[in-house]
């Protein structure tokens, strides 16, 4: 081997090891920063917390991605915290971009939309979120939005989507069904639905109770 090259071997090897150092370096900037905004996170000062991430994230280090991710989450839930729903709304986009079937991100996001009283998009985001992932717990979600606004039938008509298409909350869908009808004054229709919950989930006491309030309003 000429010198030529095993200079040029050792002269890589050393701008590697360079390089390697300084983003191990950035790494470790990047986490005590992390760190400090935690402890802001948890004292509730959300601005500080906001300010550290930032800093932490424009700490550009090639071992920092999973730490990244992690940091975008506080940070969105801090600007959600104070009310500055649209820059939390911009960070879950960007989330949903990484991992489009992470529900949690199109529920948080949805949970930005009704804070804004913006129903419309928060329907819509959560109607997402559940062709994205067939989770039937958006659907229960966009039935509270319609039972809030009282539009009784919208949120029955979820309801029966999420129950027709089974899964663990159905049992939930089902019971949400008696309280969408009882708060609607439909007394029969919530005993009915009240009725055949019973049948298949017995020695439920709570419901026994409604079933025996509710026979007593029709």
Known sequence: MSKIIRRTMLLLFLVILAVGYFQWNMYGQKVELREEALLYFKEEDY?????????????RSVFGNKIDHDMRCYMAES????EQYDKAEKIYDQLLKDSEKEKKYYLLKGRCYQAEEEYGKAVQ???TGYDKTGDSEFIKQISDI??????YEKAIAYVDKGIKAGGDSKKELMYQKVIIYEKSQ????????????????PNDDDAEKEMVF???RI
Do not use: N, R
């Not at 319609?146 to 539009?151: A, D, G, S, V």
């Not at 439909?186 to 989930?201: N, R």
């Open 79 to 82: 600007y959600y915290q104070l």
């Open 214 to 216: 509710l026979s007593t």
């Open 186 to 201: 439909d007394y029969q229709a919530a005993y009915d639905a009240v009725k055949e919950y019973c049948e298949l989930f």
């Open 47 to 59: 601005s500080k917390t906001i300010k550290y991430l930032q800093q932490a994230l424009d700490k």
């Open 125 to 127: 985001i959560l109607e």
């Open 146 to 151: 319609y039972l809030e606004q009282e539009e």
